[in-house]
């Protein structure tokens, strides 16, 4: 019995040592595992190109995949070395599009048709102080060269303040046009409009924009931007050539009044026309000759209402910049000049600014040129006259002598921060923008005095004459 059951035990051992030698000589002859197939479904980064014609195996499927699921490989013939392997059924992304420019415009017919188009706005529904939406719409005028129509369109205020913001809309006379917002600035933001139908430009005209103070509607705006579409080198010289005549038309009017302007001061005032409305972060990073051209395109436009609308955060506005207590002081120093009494409506006045100015420009120089440290930097070439006549301008002047005194040659590292910039712009002007010098004049011409010793009428404020 004992053997019997050792024999059976042997048998069964046997047995067992066969099936394992049998199976891992299976295991030996067998392909090693994909561990890709392992994880199928979960989805593959391809790092390179050359890893997509690497591809696991396909799981069991119970219908046919689609011909287009399948990878494909691009022909050998069309391949370039070194390009991206991409797959040739991805869908062309169309090109951006590129509007055609519509032709310049002369400077007259350009204002025949600015006309044109206020006309146009103005003969449309007064919008009063109690109207729905007041102050949240504005109102865009635009030619279209190809049919000589001008088309209004109407936008959000907050759309038309928004930085690179585009809307499709649809104009006055049916036209489905694309505009974007390429300078937000109030009345003065610039802008691009395009027919979306054929691709055209249209030219900017006209923006009307209403005028809310504390939320409440107070007047409606009418103003030209200096729209890339616009400028062209006659509006430049247009627009130089306004300022140029409206100051001496000033200087006229204060030498018959007995205020004398000398010639350099005047040439100091035509410069400091263009610094108070250059941008100080778009002067560090925009091209600027074609900053200067920007704006006096805007003097060409709008010519007696440009810089209307312009309120800075101290206060100052209008075509000079100017604040209020300083337009107040120079009214009671010189009463016979006949300042308009109101500052805004003095200010938005052409003519009764730029008297005003060249007044302060004069007043400011005859003080400065009778101080000791001045005149020291002057002999020294410390400073130029005109440099210390802007900085004056911009910043207190009677701080100008102790900064002299103080700093020497290093003076200009002492005024204000926006002083210093307001030199750099001025002399960059001074640099890239040529304007004629103004002729001294000759003999007999009375000499720069201080405009206040000439008051010979009473202190009564005058009207300016309408310009």
């Known amino acids: 019995m004992k053997k019997q059951l050792a024999l059976a035990i042997t048998l069964q051992l046997s ?24 994880h199928a479904t979960r989805p593959r980064t391809v790092q390179h190109a050359a890893q997509s014609e690497s591809v696991a195996p396909p799981l069991a499927q ?37 509007p055609i420019a519509a032709p310049h415009l002369s400077v007259d017919k350009l204002r025949t048709r600015l ?120 509006l430049v010289r247009s627009g130089q050539s306004y300022v140029r005549t409206m100051l001496d038309l000033a200087a006229k009017r204060l030498k018959d009044k007995g205020v004398y302007i000398a010639p350099d001061l005047i040439d100091s005032a035509e410069r400091l026309c263009m610094v108070e409305h250059v941008d100080h972060q778009r002067f560090l990073i925009e091209d600027r000759p074609a900053l200067y051209e920007e704006i006096f395109a805007l003097y060409a436009l709008n010519q007696l209402d440009t810089y209307k609308y312009s309120v800075s955060t101290a206060g100052a506005g209008g075509m000079v910049q100017m604040i209020p207590a300083t337009y107040q002081m120079l009214r009671r120093m010189h009463p016979g000049v006949g300042l308009n009494p109101d500052f805004v409506l003095g200010m938005r006045n052409h003519g009764n ?20 440290e001045v005149a020291y930097a002057l002999a020294t070439g410390l400073a130029t006259k005109a440099e210390l006549v802007a900085a004056g301008y911009n910043s207190n002047p009677t701080r100008l002598p102790s900064y002299l005194q103080r700093g020497a040659a290093s003076w200009r590292t002492l005024i204000p921060r926006e002083t210093q910039m307001y030199l750099q712009i001025y002399s960059s002007v001074d640099k890239l923008i040529p304007m004629k010098p103004r002729k001294i004049e000759k003999a007999g011409a009375p000499p720069a005095v201080n405009a206040q010793a000439t008051v010979l009428t009473p202190a009564v404020p005058q009207a300016l004459p309408a310009m």
């Open 15 to 38: 047995a067992l040592s066969a099936g394992a030698a049998s199976a891992q000589q299976s295991m030996s002859s067998a392909p090693p595992a994909d561990n890709t197939a392992a």
């Open 62 to 98: 119970t219908a046919p995949a689609r011909a287009t699921s399948a990878p494909q490989k691009l022909p050998a013939a069309t391949a370039k070395p070194g390009a991206p392997n991409l797959p040739p059924n991805l869908p062309a992304v169309p090109p951006p599009v590129v």
């Open 115 to 234: 006309v044109e188009a206020q006309r146009l706005f103005k003969s449309a529904p007064v919008l009063t102080a109690g109207s729905a939406n007041t102050t949240s719409i504005v109102t865009i005028a635009a030619l279209d060269p190809a049919s000589a129509q001008i088309h209004t369109m109407r936008l959000p205020k907050g759309t038309l303040l928004r930085k690179d913001a585009e809307m499709t809309l649809a104009t006055s006379l049916g036209k489905t046009v694309r505009l974007r917002i390429l300078r937000p600035n109030y009345v003065n933001t610039a802008v691009a409009i395009y027919d979306t139908a054929t691709d055209r430009s249209l030219t900017p005209l006209l923006i009307e924009y209403p005028i809310e103070k504390g939320g409440r509607y107070r007047e409606m705006a009418y103003y030209t931007s200096a729209h890339p579409a616009l400028i062209n080198s006659d």
């Open 353 to 372: 600014a730029l008297e005003a100015m060249l007044i302060y420009i004069n007043d400011t120089w005859n003080d400065l040129s009778y101080n000791s």
